[in-house]
Nanobody, 116 residues
Framework: QVQLVESGGGLVQPGGSLRLSCTAS????????MGWYRQAPGKQRELVAR???????NYAVSVKGRFTITRDNAKNTVYLQMNSLKPMDTAVYYC??????????WGQGTQVTVSS
């Protein structure tokens, strides 16, 4: 049984930081591309950041330079460090694991709210 468990969401003031974590079980973590997606109310889910099994990363234009995705294969965990947060970053953040676009799994989501 595959599980992706996210943690680290919460309420933060504009300009603040949060670190999201996603720990996977039931998959060979090291071969999966891991990603963070987000969905704001009334909007479609969008890619935030992704890291391949080889460590290559890509980011949405809106978060480049503010967010950093990393992975620790020994801990089966992917992280999203979010700095300089803006109200527009408010959304539910979802962890995704994908292998060759055939085996895809999602976490349950964690709420991030940026507000003063």
């Amino acid at each position: 049984q595959v599980q992706l468990v996210e943690s680290g969401g919460g309420l933060v003031q504009p300009g603040g930081s949060l670190r999201l974590s996603c720990t996977a079980s039931g998959i060979i973590f090291s071969i999966y591309t891991m990603g963070w997606y987000r969905q704001a109310p009334g909007k479609q889910r969008e890619l935030v950041a992704r890291i391949t099994s080889g460590g290559s990363t890509n980011y949405a234009v809106s978060v480049k330079g503010r967010f950093t995705i990393t992975r620790d294969n020994a801990k089966n965990t992917v992280y999203l460090q979010m700095n300089s947060l803006k109200p527009m970053d408010t959304a539910v953040y979802y962890c995704n694991a994908d292998h060759i676009m055939k085996y895809t799994y999602w976490g349950q989501g964690t709420q991030v709210t940026v507000s003063s």
